[in-house]
């Protein structure tokens, strides 16, 4: 019974998840369909981790692209299993 009510929560979590982690994982995978799941993980941590746009958003003295960086990356820390069946969906051609 526990795993039927975790494969239901999941599957309304992953419907329920941010626009722009469904469009991030969708274009990992479009464009590494081979990839595994740690590839995509690494690749969303590698997009928001600090890079090239905290530094033009800082020149420009905002500090917008920082914040919502480190939301996304918290989120994506804290719903590893989101991101995983978001990537099922994705591979078996669920979603659309």
């Not at 590839?39 to 919502?68: D, G, P």
Request: aromatic residues 10%; glycine residues 4%.
């Amino acid at each position: 019974m526990f795993k039927e009510e975790y494969e239901r929560l999941l599957k309304k979590s992953v419907q329920a998840a941010p626009d722009w982690l469904k469009k991030d994982v969708e274009s990992i995978v479009s464009k590494e369909p081979h990839a595994g799941m740690s590839y995509v993980i690494s690749e969303l941590h590698h997009t928001y981790t600090f890079s090239i746009r905290h530094i033009l958003s800082a020149s420009h003295l905002s500090s917008e692209w920082s914040q919502v960086s480190r939301e996304r990356l918290n989120f994506i820390d804290n719903n590893i299993d989101i991101i995983v069946g978001l990537f099922h969906e994705i591979k078996n051609g669920s979603r659309g």
